[in-house]
Structure formats: structure tokens, C-alpha cells
């Protein structure tokens, strides 16, 4: 399986993508959009993904919020919420907050385990200035990842770090980041914030940039960016 993926990913990365993409059908096209979001592909995942999810957090991932809702427009459940209140969180906007926990709130009566740990993550990100009630927020996607049998997200782990180190646990918040980084795919959101926690700042610009991710991911935890 890890040498399909490989094959994929030098295939997707070698300029044939969309000669790739046109030929499958459409059951093909759901499935390897998706695989190259999670290559760190989402210029091809955006371009060619018929799901709307899919589609959307492809946007996200390159800073595109605006792009994200357009495709979001006729679809509705927890996991739409979460990315729409992530649109909002890029563009600003003051209702990021409220329509994160909303989406919190949806993902819990689903019952959706992946929405409640994306949802956790996206408020672990909103209340930074406030890393006690970050950390607070965050405890509840770490204890899903626990009921349901699963590692703790990568992404909310890579959060998790920057609100421990803003809390004054730098060692721990250490740990956090260096398990965040090796659970993180290459070019993903994950392992650049976790390069960030890590102190590496030019690694996690290396990773953005192969990532092709938005600086909006790197904002809300380097300060100095925002200048």
C-alpha cells in the first residue's frame, strides 16, 4: 500500500495529474482527490475532487476561504460546519467563534468523532490568547481519540503544543510537537505547525511551501508573521 501511494504521488507531483484525473471514472475520481489531499497535493485534489468536502478543505489548505464556501454552498452536516467556520477564521470574520462552536455542538449530536476532534482543534486555534481555556477545548478531541480507539489527531496535537508552550509548559509542550511532527504526513498543516512549535521556523515555511498551504495557517501561531 505505502508503494501505491508512493507511485501515486510521483505520478501526481511529475506534471501528469490531470492526464491522470481525466481518465477515471467517477467512483476513481472521489477516491484519488482525496489521496492527493492527504499527499499534500490540493491544488489536484481542488481541481479535480467531485466531493465537496473534499474540495473545500483543499481551498482551506491553500488559503482560498472564499473558494471553500462557494463549494460548500449545497451541502450541510458537522463536517461542512467545521470547515465553514475554518473559512471564516481565515477571512476574519467575527462569527469564526460562534459558528465553530456551533459546529462543535452539530458534531456532538451526529455523533461524528473525526467533526468533534476537528472542531476541537479549530477552537484550540480561536482561543490561543487564552491557552487555559485551549487547553480545556483541546482535552475534549484528545478524549474521542481515546474512546473511539484511535491516535490522537496530528493536527490537534500540533495545536495542542502551541497552547502548552503559551501556558508555560515548555517541556512538555516539547513532547506534544516532537509527537505531533512524527505522526504528520509530509506538506500537511499538521507538520508544519509542528515544525513552528519546535522552533524551526524555516522548516515549516519549507513544508508550506511543498504543501502549497496558505500563510493563514501559520498566522494564528507565529505572531511574527502577521507584521
Do not use: C
Request: glycine content about 6%.
Amino acid at each position: 500500500m505505502q508503494d501505491d501511494r508512493l507511485t501515486l504521488e510521483s505520478r501526481l507531483s511529475s506534471g501528469l495529474a490531470d492526464e491522470f484525473f481525466s481518465s477515471l471514472s467517477a467512483g476513481e475520481l472521489l477516491f484519488y482527490a482525496a489521496e492527493a489531499l492527504a499527499l499534500g497535493l490540493p491544488d489536484v485534489a481542488a481541481r479535480w475532487s467531485p466531493d465537496p468536502l473534499v474540495k473545500a478543505a483543499a481551498f482551506l489548505r491553500m488559503g482560498q476561504p472564499q473558494e471553500a464556501l462557494e463549494a460548500l454552498r449545497d451541502a450541510e452536516n458537522a463536517r461542512v460546519a467545521v470547515l465553514r467556520a475554518r473559512a471564516a477564521w481565515q477571512l476574519q470574520h467575527p462569527e469564526a467563534l460562534p459558528l465553530a462552536e456551533t459546529a462543535r455542538r452539530l458534531a456532538r449530536q451526529e455523533g461524528d468523532a473525526g467533526a468533534i476532534i476537528a472542531s476541537a482543534a479549530l477552537l484550540g486555534e480561536l482561543h490561543l490568547t487564552e491557552p487555559r481555556v485551549a487547553l480545556r477545548t483541546l482535552a475534549e478531541g484528545l478524549k474521542v481519540a481515546e474512546v473511539i480507539g484511535a491516535e490522537a489527531d496530528a493536527y490537534l496535537l500540533a495545536v495542542l503544543a502551541h497552547a502548552q508552550n503559551r501556558a508555560g509548559g515548555t517541556d512538555k509542550a516539547q513532547k506534544t510537537a516532537r509527537k505531533a511532527l512524527a505522526r504528520s504526513p509530509d506538506r500537511s498543516p499538521a507538520r508544519a505547525v509542528a515544525l513552528l512549535a519546535l522552533n524551526r521556523p524555516a522548516d515549516a515555511r519549507e513544508v508550506a511551501a511543498a504543501g502549497k498551504l496558505g500563510g493563514l495557517w501559520l498566522i494564528p501561531v507565529t505572531p511574527a508573521l502577521r507584521q
